[in-house]
């Protein structure tokens, strides 16, 4: 990987310094960045990049990398589109400051947290996710009717005992004989890295997770239930929402 992935060690880090290493028609790639690039179910960030003049250039997405010049997993900074004479001005080698939109951001935190909360009130497997600024939504493997108040009852506590939300790592091995940690069955975590990062909620939650969350299970807030349905035979689809 060519972009240090500052969104990994603080998730609170709205800002940085940056050089621009690869420039083309899909994005630029940075060195370092706070934009997490969409990906386990997580809605990528949008933003700014200013340059050193004064120039501020819209960033509407951030993908993992499929640019000629990024590895596997980099983050791709997408710019809005109506921007080709800011665009023209983007060359390698160039510093900018780059900062995320930090409402949008803060609201994936916390929906992303709400979402393994709701994985330990739930304890089935997980067939599918999506959190974007509006809801999160999960669907589970189960067949068995669920109760939409039973469900923003659990939330509630979990969320009004002010749980730590800590990261952790773990080694590829032991996640090996630990397979119960991995919950969700479409998003595996990366294979071929040494070491898995691990979402720990002391005594609710642990799972393997690349994803942005706040640092204590307040700050999710007021979450409810805003949908339940029945997706297939076999799976049902919970959609959570903030007050
Ligand atoms: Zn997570």
């Known amino acids: 990987m060519k972009t240090e992935a500052l969104f990994c060690q603080d998730a609170y880090l709205r800002s940085c310094e940056a050089r621009i290493i690869c420039v083309d028609g899909d994005g630029l790639l940075l060195d370092r960045t706070v934009f997490y690039p969409q990906g386990g179910g997580q809605a990528g960030d949008s933003g700014w990049l200013t340059l050193d003049d004064g120039t501020r250039l819209r960033i509407a ?18 710019p809005d589109v109506g921007q080709a004479s800011l665009q023209a001005k983007l060359a390698e080698g160039q510093l900018v400051y780059a900062e995320i939109d930090w409402e949008r951001r803060y609201q994936h935190m916390r929906l992303h947290t709400a979402a393994h909360l709701l994985c330990a ?17 999960l669907d589970f ?5 669920l109760s939409r108040d039973s469900i923003d009852v ?5 969320v009004a005992r002010r749980t730590v939300v800590s990261i952790d790592t773990m080694s590829n091995e032991a996640l090996e004989v630990n397979p ?13 890295t040494r070491q898995v990062r691990l979402v720990r909620i002391e005594g609710v939650d642990v799972q393997p997770c690349g994803g942005t969350h706040v640092a204590n299970t307040s700050e999710v807030g007021t ?11 076999r799976t049902r689809r ?5 007050e």
């Open 223 to 233: 979450v409810r239930v805003a949908k339940m349905e029945k997706k297939t035979a």
């Open 61 to 78: 997405d951030t993908r993992k990398g499929k640019s000629s010049g990024s590895g596997p997993g980099d983050a791709l900074h997408v």
């Open 238 to 242: 919970v959609v959570l929402v903030l």
């Open 154 to 158: 659990a939330l509630a506590d979990l």
């Open 121 to 137: 009130v739930l304890p089935f497997p997980v067939d599918g996710c999506s959190i974007t600024a509006d809801y999160a939504r």
């Open 141 to 145: 493997v189960t067949s068995d009717p």
């Open 180 to 192: 119960d940690l991995v919950r969700t069955m479409s998003v595996k975590p990366p294979v071929g």
